[in-house]
């Protein structure tokens, strides 16, 4: 009984752990850049005409999607905390 009671309480401590990790990564850490900073690098790029999107993966980085002035699409995954490619 007190086997099963110990393994109860491990498996809830487990799932309470997932969710509340999963729960941070709906938004970017503390220490992330500012996003204008990410859309500053991003405008730097060569060619760089626009923005189309910006969009926060629960997976922890930034999806940036722009065009060129060539009309090519751009998609690129932006760490939050150093602003760089990934």
Do not use: C
């Amino acid at each position: 009984m007190l086997h099963k009671a110990a393994s109860t309480t491990i498996l809830l401590l487990a799932l309470t752990a997932a969710a509340g990790a999963q729960e941070r990564s709906k938004y970017p850490p503390d220490n992330a850049l500012k996003l204008s900073q990410i859309v500053t690098t991003v405008e730097k790029r060569p060619d760089f005409r626009y923005i189309h999107s910006i969009d926060w993966n629960d997976d922890g980085y930034y999806e940036v999607t722009y065009y060129t002035t060539d009309k090519a699409k751009v998609e690129i995954n932006y760490n939050p905390v150093t602003g760089q490619p990934q």
